[in-house]
């Protein structure tokens, strides 16, 4: 029961991530900004710096020393693969800035290295570059597991399973209460949830913002290659009509009005 209540959430949160991660990244992958990032990664770890001369800001290029010493410590070998798993785009004017981050396979090693490129006109140059050696894989970090997790970790996905079941019985029950008047108008209301907090799976962090509104109380999402999200609200619009059904159902005996939205 255990396993396939996993698969059962599994598949929901799925759904709710949308397309694949690869096809959504590569939607948005910028050129030939990417292949320029992937190349410095290349020269810097396979100690190439002197052909990243002409690309480095001034910063940079002050300080090759200490860039050389940092390209000793990661892997020189031929990757297994390689993924874009990260980017963002700054526009500023006429200023570009792109941050992109790469993911290298090299057999029970991951590096993730990240370069930021500065587009200005038709001049461009690596304003930053940095790498980790890491024991796992982005997507195994940022599995959504049951397993050794906090009291916080279930208490929010408890929160995050209950609130919708909140929101759909107070629906239904709406739906189904004979009412005097603006019956349409709790029946959407009871889908309200209203204060949310958004809850990082992968590192327990805790956002709370409580100016927001979501449909159904509850929501889960990840970015490509990221951390799963969990958000729960407090289903007001459900738990106020929970509290006054018996005030707004119609005597028996009494015909039922139902109003509708004006178009």
Not at 229 to 255: D, H, M, Q
Request: charged content about 20%; overall charge neutral; hydrophobic content about 45%.
């Amino acid at each position: 029961m255990h396993a396939l209540t996993r698969c059962i959430f599994l598949l929901c949160l799925a759904f709710v991530a949308g397309c694949n991660q690869d096809s959504m990244i590569a939607k948005f992958t910028p050129h030939p900004e990417a292949e320029i990032a992937r190349q410095a990664i290349d020269d810097w770890r396979t100690g190439h710096v002197d052909r990243l001369t002409v690309l480095l800001s001034p910063a940079l290029a002050g300080d090759t020393e200490q860039l050389i010493a940092g390209g000793a410590q990661l892997s020189s070998a031929a990757p297994l693969s390689v993924k874009l798993v990260g980017l963002k785009r700054h526009v500023t004017n006429d200023v570009k800035r792109y941050d992109l981050m790469y993911e290298y396979a090299f057999g029970g090693r991951w590096m993730i290295a990240e370069v930021v490129i500065i587009e200005q006109g038709d001049r461009r140059e690596i304003a930053g570059i940095h790498a980790q050696m890491h024991d796992r894989s982005l997507e195994q970090v940022n599995d959504f597991t049951l397993g050794q997790k906090s009291a916080e970790h279930y208490l929010v996905l408890f929160l995050c399973c209950l609130s919708p079941l909140v929101s759909l019985t107070a629906f239904v029950l709406c739906l189904r209460t004979p009412m005097r008047r603006r019956k349409i108008w709790w029946a959407l209301f009871t889908l309200l949830g209203f204060v949310t907090w958004y809850f990082n799976w992968s590192t327990g962090e805790l956002e709370f913002r409580p100016i927001s509104l979501q449909l159904f109380s509850a929501s889960a999402f990840a970015s490509p290659y990221g951390p799963w999200t969990l958000g729960v609200s407090i289903p007001v619009g459900a738990i106020w009509f929970l509290l006054r059904r018996k005030k707004l159902s119609a005597p028996r005996g009494e015909p039922e009005q139902v109003s509708t939205p004006p178009e």
